[in-house]
C-alpha cells in the first residue's frame, strides 16, 4: 500500500485489512465539532497533553480513516483489532497525530474510559 506522509496519510492494518488514514481539514473540522474546541490550536492543545481517552482514540482513527477515504462509523472502529491491542491503537493514534501536526504524543498507551 503506497502512502505519502507529506500528505500527512500513514498505513494500518485493522481487522487484517490495509487502511490508509489521513486527517484531511475535514476529519479536523468534524474533530473540532465533537469536541467543541474553538479552534484548531485547542484541538492540538488538547491532544497534546498525551492523556487520551479510549473514546479520544476512537473518535481519532474514525477521523482518520474518514480522511482516507474511508466510510466508516465509530461504532465499526469501537469494534476493530489491531495488533498490540489497546497499546497498538495508542501507537496509531500518535503516528496519526505526529504525521498531521509534527507532534509526538506521550502516553497515548494509557488509554482511559
Avoid at 481517552?53 to 489491531?82: F, N, P, Q, Y
Avoid at 497499546?87 to 493514534?93: I, N, Y
Amino acid at each position: 500500500m503506497m502512502v505519502n506522509a507529506r500528505r500527512g496519510e500513514i498505513a494500518a492494518v485493522l481487522n487484517d485489512k490495509d487502511w490508509v488514514l489521513c486527517l484531511t481539514l475535514g476529519a479536523l473540522a468534524g474533530l473540532e465539532a465533537a469536541y467543541e474546541t474553538e479552534d484548531l490550536s485547542a484541538l492540538i492543545a488538547r491532544f497534546s497533553t498525551g492523556s487520551l481517552k479510549s473514546v479520544d482514540m476512537i473518535r481519532i482513527v474514525t477521523a482518520g480513516l474518514r480522511g482516507g477515504g474511508h466510510d466508516v462509523a465509530e461504532d465499526d472502529v469501537a469494534d476493530m483489532r489491531i495488533d498490540g491491542g489497546a497499546t497498538g491503537f495508542a501507537r496509531l493514534v500518535a503516528q496519526l497525530l505526529e504525521v498531521t501536526f509534527g507532534m509526538t504524543v506521550e502516553n497515548t498507551a494509557q488509554s482511559k474510559n
